[in-house]
Nanobody
Framework: QVQLVESGGGLVQPGGSLRLSCAAS????????MRWYRQAPGKERELVAG????????NYVDSVKGRFTISRDNAKNTLYLQMNNLKPADTAVYYC??????????WGQGTQVTVSS
């Protein structure tokens, strides 16, 4: 049974930092690329960052480039998102995603990130 469990969200002031984690289980973590998405109130879910199986390749939405870093530890079956210089526009629920096939698309429960003074 595939499970993705996010943690690390919270309330932070503008300019602050958070590190999100996603603990994965139920599949061979190192065999799949992984993604972080986010969804702000009243908006569609947005792809924030992706990483290849061994971390060699990463990609980011333009709005977070230079501020966010996606990484993974395959030994710990864990995906990370380091978020620096956070802005109010980054406020959203952040989701971990694993697409194992065209039919098998898995999501975590999400973790709330709120950036506010």
């Amino acid at each position: 049974q595939v499970q993705l469990v996010e943690s690390g969200g919270g309330l932070v002031q503008p300019g602050g930092s958070l590190r999100l984690s996603c603990a994965a289980s139920g599949f061979t973590f190192s065999s799949f690329g992984m993604r972080w998405y986010r969804q702000a109130p009243g908006k569609e879910r947005e792809l924030v960052a992706g990483i290849s199986r061994f971390g060699s390749f990463t990609n980011y939405v333009d709005s977070v480039k230079g501020r966010f870093t996606i990484s993974r530890d395959n030994a710990k079956n864990t995906l990370y998102l380091q978020m620096n210089n956070l802005k109010p526009a980054d406020t959203a629920v952040y989701y971990c995603n694993a697409q194992l096939s065209t039919r098998d698309d898995y999501w975590g429960q999400g973790t709330q990130v709120t950036v506010s003074s």
